[in-house]
């Protein structure tokens, strides 16, 4: 049995403060703005980039913009619960 503790995390968005939210989408822009520097330069983030055929590069590569995508989803979500509270 397989379980998406992403799933659970984002459930936990409503237990959480304002600041605790506000705090959580500045720490996943900063992750988003990484992933994209990882993605300009890839080698200068993977010391093997080189060694590594193109199939395992661009694996990785879409590897970082599915993280980009899913800490997109997470702000919105932050944003979101700030929204239903009237933030």
């Known amino acids: 049995m397989r379980f998406d503790l992403q799933l659970f995390a984002e459930d936990a968005l409503k237990h959480q403060t304002p600041n605790q939210l506000r705090k959580g989408i500045r720490s996943l822009r900063k992750k988003i703005d990484l992933h994209l520097e990882k993605i300009a330069h890839p080698a200068e983030h993977c010391d093997d980039w080189h060694l590594k055929d193109k199939a395992a590069q661009t694996g990785l590569i879409r590897h970082w913009q599915k993280e980009i995508e899913d800490a997109e989803e997470s702000i ?8 239903k509270r009237g933030e």
Do not use: C, V
């Open 76 to 83: 919105q979500n932050r944003i979101d619960e700030l929204k």
